[in-house]
């Protein structure tokens, strides 16, 4: 079942912080963020490993609560750039596919 | 580090006919994934590979779909008797199986059928 995520849409100034959830109804392994631009591939942003474990870029932080089944993806000091439709994608176990979220659009303004 | 390259980026083709999609993935990377995408959604699973072995096929994969990656290297994406539905970008993503898990992924292909 796909993930859920809040909010769906999202507009913020720049400079402004935001919080994305991902939600699932399954026991997870891992959960990744990426984010995608219009016509655009998505874009690796963090992974985050049950048992706590987690790489991604330094300007990028998040959460995963293993037992709540969850992940917050946490954006501080937006800049423009940040812009675009943020997805995680969950897995089960470690190598296997990822199931994407319902998506939350994101627009900073200046 | 070249990353995941994908060939072409853009086809369009007309309803009934063959299409073949290529995937280069990052040169380390033996585990292989397409996805595909229609506007507004998130990337849909359709397959994965651990270099040649394809380990498993999505539902969404009908009897017109198939995928090959003979050599573990690059793998190819083929829709025979492409149907307007088929219409959507078709993502191709790898990673590594040497502890870290992160999928990157490619251009894409858009397929346009008409």
């Known amino acids: 079942q796909q993930p859920v995520q809040s909010p769906q849409a999202v507009i913020l100034r720049e400079g402004e912080d935001a919080v994305i959830n991902c939600s699932s109804s399954?026991?997870?392994?891992?959960v990744h963020w990426y984010r995608q631009k219009h016509g655009e591939a998505p874009v690796f942003l963090m992974i985050?490993?049950?048992?706590?474990e987690q790489k991604g870029h330094e300007k990028i932080s998040a959460s995963f609560n293993e037992k709540k089944q969850q992940s917050s993806l946490y954006l501080t000091a937006s800049q423009l750039s940040y812009s675009g439709t943020y997805f995680c994608g969950t897995a089960d176990t470690g190598f296997q596919k990822l199931v994407f979220g319902t998506g939350t659009r994101l627009l900073v303004s200046p | 580090d070249t990353g995941v390259s994908q060939d072409p980026r853009h086809k369009i083709t007309k309803r009934g006919q063959n299409v073949t999609f290529r995937c280069d993935p990052i040169s380390e990377h033996n585990r292989l994934y397409w996805y595909r995408q229609t506007l507004g959604q998130g990337p849909e699973f359709l397959t994965y590979?651990?270099?040649?072995?394809?380990?498993?096929k999505s539902r969404l994969l009908s009897d017109r779909f198939s995928a090959e990656r003979p050599k573990g290297s690059f793998s190819t994406l083929e829709i025979q008797r492409t149907e307007q539905g088929d219409s959507a970008m078709y993502l191709c993503?790898?990673?590594?199986?040497?502890?870290?898990?992160?999928?990157?992924f490619g251009p894409g292909t858009r397929l346009t059928v008409t």
């Open positions: 590979f651990q270099n040649e072995a394809q380990l498993e």
């Open positions: 399954k026991a997870l392994y891992s």
């Open positions: 985050l490993l049950k048992g706590g």
């Open positions: 993503a790898s990673s590594s199986t040497g502890g870290s898990y992160e999928q990157y």
